[in-house]
């Protein structure tokens, strides 16, 4: 038999023993991430105007040292970029685009990005800008 204060006992269990897996789960969440020492940028390309410049990014970023993935949107004029800390950093990954003629400026995250709608090639300069 169950008294009313013994199903209330039991719930307060059943609650602490969730929250416990929970945080259990967060942690090692957190230590799998430290493990790999993979951290994601968000860039917004400057330069980024059509399919061929998302290749070229796409052709050197992505085999830039310490780059395990990445993914470009040429709506937002952003890449995605996914690295190993420990063999690149921010300011690293600026240098490999900045060598392929792109300006990459870190988008804060949570930053509104806007969308370029349509293709406007006024102020972009193809010249030297072999495709
Ligand atoms: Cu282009």
Do not use: W
């Not at 052709?59 to 995605?80: H, M, Q, S, Y």
């Not at 690295?83 to 509104?112: C, H, P, V």
Request: some cysteine.
């Amino acid at each position: 038999m169950y008294s009313p204060f013994n199903i209330l006992l039991m719930k307060r269990i059943i609650l602490v023993a969730l929250c416990a897996v929970f945080t259990f789960s967060l942690a090692y969440a957190q230590d799998g991430k430290k493990k790999s020492n993979k951290e994601t940028l968000t860039f917004k390309v400057e330069g980024m105007d059509c399919a061929n410049c998302v290749k070229k990014i796409e052709k050197n970023i992505a085999f830039a040292k310490g780059v395990t993935d990445l993914k470009c949107d040429l709506p937002t004029r952003t890449a995605e970029v996914t690295y190993r800390s420990d063999k690149t950093s921010e300011a690293k990954l600026k240098e490999a685009f900045k060598k392929i003629g792109m300006e990459a400026k870190t988008l804060k995250e949570g930053e509104e990005v806007q969308k370029h709608e349509g293709h406007d090639h006024s102020g972009h300069d193809h010249a030297g800008h072999k495709h």
